[in-house]
């Protein structure tokens, strides 16, 4: 089986740009998060998506953030006006819901650096 | 709201030594699923294992073996025999129950298994 996809891998960009990642999730996986890792840190939830509904949202999502999920399949992850404070490693994972104890597998990541 | 704490930031021991990680947790609800997850210097998060709080069996695969005691919160990760392939950081993570699906991960413990 294909694993998470991530893409970019890397990114720098300049504060005040835009920029958007692209997921994509094994073949099949219903359900799609977004989580955010900073250095020394665990990651961080963002939100998630079951097909392409966005079920939920963190507190740490600022209204700067949007995630896609359009088809079900694929997501994007963008973030408007970079800040300093954005750059940090964006990792995707997904799993599919048939029992209560889905495990969700990760991608490799989007490391994000704003100058 | 879900905590997890691993308290040992960073561990070193000489190959082929045994060394466990700790994970105590937080939770609020009565069914919940434990993870550990490793994730080498490439970054990508590789997902070891998964717990269900009604299953209270230790668990082993081959050199890794997992402890979970309900009665102290506890979801202890040891590796028997390290080998330098094991030198990552390692995250324990846990999940609610259906509806609470977010993984709070937590700070992870940096493991150097020094040849």
Redesign the interface.
């Known amino acids: 089986d294909t694993g998470v996809s991530q893409d970019p891998r890397h990114k720098i960009t300049k504060r005040g740009q835009n920029v958007t990642f692209r997921c994509d999730p094994i073949s099949e996986h219903n359900r799609l998060y977004w989580y955010r890792q900073t250095l020394g840190q665990g990651p961080e939830f963002l939100t998630y998506f079951q097909n392409e509904a966005q079920l939920e949202k963190s507190r740490l999502l600022s209204d700067r953030f949007s995630a896609e999920r359009p088809k079900g399949s694929f997501s994007t992850l963008e973030i408007q006006r970079t800040e300093q404070g954005d750059s940090a490693m964006y990792l995707c994972a997904s799993s599919v819901s048939r029992t209560r104890a889905d495990t969700q597998y990760f991608g490799p990541g989007t490391r994000l650096t704003v100058l | 709201a879900q905590k997890?704490t691993q308290a040992q930031t960073e561990i070193s021991v000489v190959e082929k030594e045994d060394v466990t990680l700790d994970c105590v947790y937080e939770t609020r609800d009565t069914?919940y699923?434990l993870?550990w997850?490793k994730q080498p210097p490439?970054?990508?998060?590789?997902?070891l294992i998964?717990r269900?709080s009604f299953d209270e069996q230790n668990e082993i695969s081959g050199r890794y073996s997992w402890n979970f005691q309900k009665s102290t919160s506890s979801f202890n990760f040891t590796i028997t025999a390290s080998q330098v392939v094991d030198s990552a950081v390692y995250?324990c993570?846990l999940r609610g129950?259906?509806g609470n699906?977010?993984?709070?991960?937590?700070?992870?413990t940096r493991l150097t298994i020094i040849p």
Do not use: D, I, P
């Open positions: 997890v069914t699923y993870f997850y490439s970054g990508e998060l590789v997902f998964r269900n995250f993570a129950n259906f699906e977010k993984l709070t991960f937590g700070t992870g």
